[in-house]
């Protein structure tokens, strides 16, 4: 059913994972600070393939440094290598570099094991499983904390990770060949208190604040809080027991609000996220809506489970989650996945099941345009009752912020009576 496949050839002179690579002079060394972080795109069939990529983010310009070594050893013992070099796909600030490998590893009927190592003195490993099964996979979401005490944090935070810390035990017993993230892969909720924000955050009119012109000193405030916020959550120094998981389980993932606040986010998005940009997304497996800032999700979990996420970010107005034209093209994707698929898995971070509360809705609705964040700017104590129940973006009624989110609120076009 399914073609052999063919292994690519391995450089002569690649460094074996079980020689000493600490001893490697500090030339040689990836000087990694994030990463490796594994993506999982999909499945060529035809070539019996998978394809992925790697991310690494480090302070190495030298292209001589960013090569991948892998090796691939089946059950029955077989071990084959394959040396990949990375493709440079950003820099920030001239000093970190986005360094991504292309993956294209060859399947078999048997479950594989792929080790890898770049000159970083670490080795890493995940999983293939056989082209005719499907895939183990788990989801998660809401990776962090928002608005909790601070011990809270402390307890079951970055320190301990009691979750993923569950998540890596289980993987070593049975391993996942995918993680799906749904959205919130970090929370960016911080932003609202950095010193360049002061202005917009001290204004109390929702109006004014839309209207507030973008500085270059906030532009450079926020590029540089979204990429170290992603470099503390993603990466081994700040997030050991997290980052173990994102180079030990390949990704699938998908942004919700926490993800991005501003637009200048989705640069660091789909860098981390994706090891892709705007320009190089379809070439890297994602989908393009109607908007270059809509990168859809059409691929497969093996020969019988197709997967779709829904970019409920990209598109996104109070009148619309994705436009009309979008959910042609996610269709027309879904046309074209293997005629083996029995299941269609559906990830969106947008409720999909919500009651009507259009009477709740219209009364949330006439509070805000009462302006009770102006209200609360103005009333000492009563003002600080009333802006703990405000969303603090746009002033109004944080409940009609929650409603805004759902697929039933009667501005918002449903397409799942499509399926």
């Known amino acids: ?42 499945i060529d069939y035809d070539k019996a393939l998978w394809r992925g990529s790697c991310l690494v983010v480090s302070t190495d ?32 600030r001239n000093q970190y570099h986005f360094w991504r490998f292309e993956l294209q590893l060859p399947l078999l009927h048997e479950s594989q094991k792929v080790t890898y190592w770049m000159r970083t003195g670490k080795t890493f490993s995940f999983h293939l499983a056989p082209i005719n099964q499907s895939m183990r996979f788990l989801f998660y979401s809401c990776n ?18 009691p979750l993923w810390v569950d998540v890596l035990d289980r993987h070593e017993v049975i391993p996942f060949h995918v993680m799906i993230g749904g959205g919130d892969q970090l929370y960016q909720d911080a932003l609202i208190h950095k010193d360049f924000m ?3 955050r001290d204004e109390k009119n ?8 973008l500085s270059q000193p906030a532009r450079e405030g926020f590029e540089e809080f979204y990429f170290w916020n992603y470099i503390r959550n993603f990466g081994f120094e700040d997030n050991p027991i997290v980052a173990k998981a994102f180079a030990s389980i390949p990704s699938i993932n998908m942004w919700d609000d ?60 109070k009148y619309d989650i994705c436009r009309p034209k979008s959910y042609d093209i996610i269709f027309d994707a879904m046309y074209h996945l293997p005629q083996s698929i029995k ?25 805000a ?51």
Request: with cysteine.
């Open 61 to 92: 310009q030298d292209p001589a440094a960013a090569c991948l070594q892998l090796e691939l050893q089946s059950e029955d013992g077989d071990i084959h290598s394959i040396e990949v070099q990375g493709e440079l796909l950003d820099s920030f």
């Open 206 to 213: 929702p109006r004014k604040r839309i209207a507030t012109q």
């Open 343 to 367: 299941h269609v898995l559906l990830v969106t971070g947008v409720p999909i099941v919500y009651p009507r509360l259009t009477l709740f809705e219209r009364v949330m609705e006439s509070a």
């Open 258 to 317: 926490h993800v991005v606040l501003f637009a200048n986010a989705s640069r660091f998005y789909l860098l981390f996220q994706h090891h892709t940009t705007i320009k190089l997304a379809q070439t890297h497996g994602l989908i393009k809506g109607v908007l270059p800032t809509c990168q859809h999700i059409v691929t497969t979990l093996g020969p019988e489970i197709g997967f779709v996420a829904l970019d409920g970010r990209g598109e996104r107005t």
């Open 1 to 42: 059913m399914y073609p052999q496949p063919a292994y690519p050839q391995t450089s002569p002179n690649r460094v074996s994972p079980q020689s000493d690579q600490t001893q490697l002079p500090a030339t040689d060394r990836c000087n990694a600070i994030c990463g490796p972080l594994l993506r999982y795109i999909g």
């Open 369 to 419: 345009n009462f302006n009770l964040a102006t209200l609360a700017g103005k009333t000492g104590a009563l003002g600080n009752v009333v802006s703990g129940q405000l969303n603090k973006w746009n002033g109004d009624p944080e409940l009609l912020d929650d409603m805004n989110d759902r697929r039933q609120i009667r501005s918002t076009i449903s397409f799942f009576c499509l399926m």
């Open 198 to 200: 002061k202005p917009w």
């Open 144 to 161: 962090g904390f928002s608005d909790i005490p601070q011990a809270i944090k402390n307890t079951f935070g970055h320190n301990t990770a």
